[in-house]
């Protein structure tokens, strides 16, 4: 049964609305309200990820060639906060320049948006902790800001691999964030990740 503190939060992040694209943090939206990130390898589904923690079926763009979440992409909770969507890191097919932009915009967004209140790091169970992945936890530590680690692709290993995962990146982060299995396609754990979210943004709220 679902409780209520996760039913408020399941109804929060159900408003969503997309508000803008930035290619750079100029473009971005007055810093009027608290925003949480999230950002993650362009083939640990993070698009699927923000679908799923909001009940919507295509507000973050999925596509069968990872990678295609170029922009700063900032979709609003009504007037009370934010959700933004990084470009997706690691794996696009295109021009080490343009890799080179992402990079610079994803870290320019991480240590001076004023609005940013914390970061949630999509990762592949089956992958997890890559070397930028690890650049993004030490961005976050030293600003620092409170850090989520969503453990996607749960569906693809048994409950004991899931498990073990978890616990294999829990002790090699040493407390830098929270760690949750989750799985966008099948559900699971999705209703804890959405309490942890609105936790990091609202915290009084629910």
Not at 193 to 201: H, I, S, Y
Request: net charge positive; proline share 5%.
């Amino acid at each position: 049964m679902i409780d209520d503190r996760t039913e408020s939060a399941s109804r929060l992040l159900a408003r969503a609305q997309f508000e803008c694209s930035a290619a750079a943090l100029r473009q971005a939206p007055e810093p009027d309200r608290p925003e949480i990130a999230f950002a993650g390898r362009s083939n640990a589904g993070k698009s699927s990820v923000i679908n799923a923690v909001t009940r919507q079926k295509s507000l973050a763009r999925t596509s069968k060639t990872p990678g295609r979440t170029q922009l700063l992409n900032f979709f609003q909770l009504e007037d009370t906060a934010r959700l933004v969507d990084l470009p997706g890191y690691g794996f696009a097919k295109a021009p080490e320049s343009v890799r080179r932009e992402w990079h610079r915009m994803i870290e320019a967004y991480l240590q001076y948006r004023d609005a940013l209140v914390g970061l949630v790091i999509i990762m592949d169970s089956r992958r997890p902790l890559t070397e930028t992945d690890v650049q993004m936890l030490n961005w976050c530590a030293a600003r620092p800001l409170p850090c989520i680690i969503l453990l996607n692709k749960a569906d693809k290993l048994s409950k004991g691999a899931a498990a073990s995962a978890r616990q294999g990146v829990i002790r090699a982060i040493d407390g830098a964030a929270t760690v949750l299995s989750v799985s966008a396609r099948t559900g699971t754990g999705i209703d804890a990740a959405k309490l942890a979210v609105v936790d990091l943004l609202l915290p009084q709220t629910v």
